[in-house]
């Protein structure tokens, strides 16, 4: 939820994990020119609307750091006239508006690739809040926190990483994509109705939050993944509770979001610790973390679980995941009835780094003309 909407700040503190863009990503191009005679901008491959308020915030605010590292700098040859028009091109290789994360994807990217073109430096995890409050923790690689601050202002509410990708090498997460469709309540609507109708909301923001905060971080840490999974299924939970709690309700979960929950904890239950972990956002698409050793016997629990309808070769995509067989026990006592078709398709990731610039000119989204390129 957030205390102000126009500058995105939110009523807590939250934590993410970036994850990897060998799997997930963002790629965009920014160009301008003395050409170009208005601003524009394709979404995966469509023109979309460059007057979006968050987007020209994001515009605003680096062309702004711009100026003002212009000011105090006696020559800049480099730096291009603050005045042209902007071309932008941005693809995710993702469902985007389905839960996934990317706006915070986007608006990260999107910071990012702006400052590169003007020259500015320094703390970026603000303007990108602007964009979308997500994205702020995006700027950086790892575990991300982003603090709430207490400044009207904002200038406080920023991003600290909490350890580098490099911190857990052994931790790994399963996207387990069960519809990649727009979702029907934005989470910009959904989190405004729940702020202003949840109580639960409203405890779980001044009570709640700051404690389970302080232990995430030290789990996290402690490379504690026991106190990590436990914690992050209770604190999903909690937040679909919100939803519920809010009037008229919000149910960003479906029937099969569900059972992929029921799946978890009996997979858990056969071994008697966390060896799984899920958390929703704002969608029914699961996000599972686990160590790399339960990888392969997970993933086959899933496609026992919820058979491939049509692309059993394309289940699974991302990191490699080796072939497993399950005892028959583990079969019997987790695999209940089947739901073909249920899971689209697994993204087998881990954590990963921040934004990073791509050197290869055949990236690029925008030609010399400045317009995306056309695909055969």
Request: aromatic residues 6%; charged residues 20%.
């Amino acid at each position: 939820g957030k205390r102000d909407n126009d500058l995105i700040l939110p009523i807590n503190s939250s934590l993410s994990v970036t994850l990897h863009q060998d799997q997930l990503k963002t790629t965009t191009t920014v160009a301008t020119s003395r050409d170009f005679t208005e601003d524009r901008l394709w979404l995966n491959g469509e023109e979309a609307d460059v007057g979006h308020p968050r987007l020209q915030a994001c515009l605003r605010e680096v062309r702004r750091l711009a100026r003002k590292r212009r000011g105090s700098s006696t020559e800049d040859t480099t730096a291009l006239s603050l005045s042209y028009k902007v071309h932008i091109a941005t693809e995710n290789n993702f469902p985007t508006a389905a839960g996934l994360a990317s706006s915070a994807a986007g608006y990260a990217c999107l910071v990012s690739t702006l400052a590169r073109l003007y020259g500015v430096e320094g703390e970026l995890s603000e303007v990108a809040r602007r964009g979308s409050g997500s994205a702020c923790r995006s700027m950086l690689g790892g575990f991300v926190q982003w603090q709430r601050g207490e400044r009207p202002d904002g200038r406080d509410s920023i991003a600290q990483q909490v350890a580098p990708e490099t911190h857990w090498p052994e931790l790994r997460v399963l996207v387990l994509v069960v519809s990649g469709e727009k979702k029907q309540v934005g989470s910009t609507a959904g989190m405004q109705t729940s702020v202003d109708t949840s109580p639960l909301l409203k405890h779980r923001a001044e009570v709640v939050v700051p404690e389970r905060l302080a232990l995430m971080v030290r789990h996290i840490r402690e490379r504690d993944f026991e106190g990590f999974g436990q914690l992050t299924m209770q604190d999903s939970n909690q937040f679909h509770a919100t939803c519920l709690d809010t009037f008229p309700p919000i149910f960003y979960l479906n029937d099969i979001s569900r059972h992929i929950i029921a799946l978890a904890h009996r997979f858990n239950a056969h071994h008697g610790c966390t060896k799984v972990a899920y958390t929703f956002d704002a969608g029914p698409n699961a996000v599972i973390f686990m160590l790399a050793d339960t990888v392969a016997e997970f993933v086959e629990v899933v496609r026992r679980s919820f058979p491939p309808a049509t692309n059993g070769d394309q289940f699974v995509r991302g990191l490699p995941v080796i072939s497993a067989s399950l005892p028959e026990e583990l079969l019997t006592t987790v695999v209940a009835e089947p739901v073909p078709g249920a899971v689209r398709y697994i993204l087998h990731t881990k954590p990963g780094p921040g934004p990073q610039f791509l050197d290869d000119p055949s990236q690029h989204l925008l030609g010399a003309d400045g317009l995306p390129h056309r695909t055969a």
